[in-house]
């Protein structure tokens, strides 16, 4: 499913509903109409992104998605130093921004994405990402996410 970049986060939950305080990133498919940035990611980033991934997945979904960017339709995963694999695609990343005035959602694919494809996500997110384990500490991301989610059937 596509969403625009820092559209707020609406998946899943039904007609014009959307979670307040929530910027979309990395919502890509194919299609043309999805333009996306793109550019070289830092190592500092990927890596921070890697970790984020395997450590701080939320919001685990029953199926999971494909890349339709790639030529063919497959499975992704994460190699975290050439260890244990993770499939991408079925759950999500949380992470608020710097300021904590805004939380930014992502696929997890989003690493597939950007270290596969040259996605370059909003600097704000990469910032974010950056500062997540800092961040963390006192932002749990699976309780937040799930306040955040219920927000919007209120
Ligand atoms: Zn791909």
Known sequence: M????????SYGLGEGRFVAGTACVGWLNGSSASPRSQGSPSSQFLAALAQ????WSVNQA???HVCTLCSELHDTFLILDGGPKMLLGAAELWVPSLDYSVIFVAPNLVY?????HRYAPPNAFVDAVLGAEVAYKQWDPRAESEKLLNSAFV
Do not use: C, F, M, Q
């Open 2 to 9: 596509y969403i625009a970049d820092l559209a707020p986060y």
């Open 52 to 55: 984020l991934t395997w450590r």
């Open 112 to 116: 597939h994405y950007v270290s596969e």
């Open 62 to 64: 029953r199926g999971n």
